[in-house]
């Protein structure tokens, strides 16, 4: 089976992420990118909601996270993120998830961290 790629590009969420004492008082800006594969031919056909991944959903679920969720490490946020997709959409069969925090480091624009996911290897 041909899997399709949907995207959610750039979804800005605030939260308590980091090692430091004022980040974990302090909310910051966290942007995730996901590429999700799912086979989207059901959907196609019917042009129908209850044929597709719902990426509103996802999206919403993905946002609830980032704002009460509070991990240390970005590694812990997007293996979670990417747990969170698997489990919430049975359609997708694999997640790659990127995680920025905007500012993190002085001299550079962002930092982040991508991973990939899938849910036979779970």
Same mark, same amino acid.
């Given at each position: 089976?041909?899997?399709?790629? %949907? @995207? &959610? ?39 129908? &909601? ?14 609830? @996270? ?17 747990? %969170? &997709? ?20 002085? @001299? ?15």
């Amino acid at each position: 089976m041909d899997l399709d790629r %949907l @995207h &959610i590009i750039d979804l800005s969420a605030t939260g308590i992420i980091g090692i430091k004492p004022d980040e974990r008082l302090n909310p910051q800006k966290v942007i995730t990118n996901v590429t999700m594969w799912v086979d989207t031919s059901s959907a196609a056909v019917s042009d129908n &909601i209850t044929d597709a991944a719902n990426y509103r959903t996802i999206s919403k679920a993905l946002i609830a @996270h980032i704002e009460n969720g509070k991990p240390m490490l970005l590694e812990r946020l997007a293996q979670e993120l990417a747990d %969170l &997709i698997l489990d919430t959409e049975p359609r997708i069969q694999e997640v790659e998830i990127r995680i920025e925090k905007p500012g993190a480091l002085r @001299h550079a624009r962002s930092v982040g961290i991508s991973i990939h996911r899938s849910r036979v290897s779970r």
